[in-house]
């Protein structure tokens, strides 16, 4: 039924010549409900890694801020940060899990420091399948002042995900594995808390709330959907829609 729904929606596009533009919405508001999230959180993005890159690339980070990661993490979680420390000067701190489960907040509860500004994590790691205790870590983060970052492509479809519950500053998935939508979809939760501190990485088309050319002004939406400047697949945005549905109605 994703397959269909990908192949009817760019068939109906084309033969209308039009951007279908109007299915971002539709569909945010789909993932929002699935994922029990507020629609102006949700941004649709390419993958989970892209979702990655846009939370590092937009919070005010600078040179020796430090961003705690797991050893456990997706080769698509950990290159953003690795690059941010190419580019910037960012110092990465590595943790071990508790692979037994038991005692993983409190590792990363003491892996925080003072330079600690960011911690990155899986809900469910791809090497082990371990589940992490999300809300737990962020509701940490929260009363720390650090940002919580959250790798859901293996929770997402998987497991139940209640991101109200959660209240990660970002959630990020991808559509093309425990949801069963199309390759080259994904999601991304930025929390309603942090949008003012981030700055869009690229924008376009769709990314204002405001714009003025005469005057060269530009205003950002207050909302994740301005990261989804510009022309956009709608059929690919389509299917995901689809495999959450089909996903949400199995239970």
């Known amino acids: 039924i994703v397959i269909q729904k990908v192949s009817e929606t760019m068939e109906e596009l084309a033969m209308r010549a039009k951007n279908g533009r109007w299915l971002q919405n539709q569909n945010r508001e789909k993932i929002a409900k699935f994922l029990h999230a507020n629609p102006n959180e949700i941004a649709i993005c390419r993958n989970a890694t892209e979702g990655v890159n846009i939370a590092a690339r937009s919070l005010p980070l600078k ?19 690795l690059a ?19 005692n993983n907040l409190q590792i990363i509860e003491d892996a925080i420091g ?21 809300k737990e870590i962020a509701a940490l983060c929260r009363e720390r002042g650090i940002y919580s970052c959250v ?26 594995k425990w949801l069963f939508g ?18 869009p990485t ?10 003025d050319f005469e005057n060269l002004t530009l205003e950002f939406r ?11 697949n709608m059929p690919i945005t389509a299917g995901l829609g689809q495999a959450v549905e089909f996903i949400g109605a199995l239970g």
């Open 63 to 81: 040179a020796g801020d430090e961003v705690i990661l797991t050893k456990d993490e997706h080769v698509g979680g950990v290159t953003p940060w």
């Open 84 to 102: 941010l420390q190419k580019d910037i000067g960012i110092e990465i701190k590595l943790v071990e899990l508790d692979h037994s489960g038991k």
């Open 114 to 134: 003072q330079k600690t500004k960011v911690v990155f994590f899986s809900h469910v790691t791809c090497t082990t399948g371990l589940l992490l205790p999300a």
């Open 151 to 176: 790798d859901g492509a293996q929770a997402v479809g998987m497991i139940d995900v209640n991101l109200e519950e959660i209240q990660a500053d970002f959630y990020m998935t991808s559509g093309h």
């Open 182 to 199: 199309p390759k080259g979809s994904g999601i991304l939760y930025i929390n309603k808390s942090v949008i003012a501190d981030c700055n």
């Open 202 to 211: 690229f924008v376009g088309a769709y990314s204002d709330q405001k714009f």
């Open 222 to 232: 207050q909302s994740a959907d301005r990261t989804e400047y510009g022309t956009r």
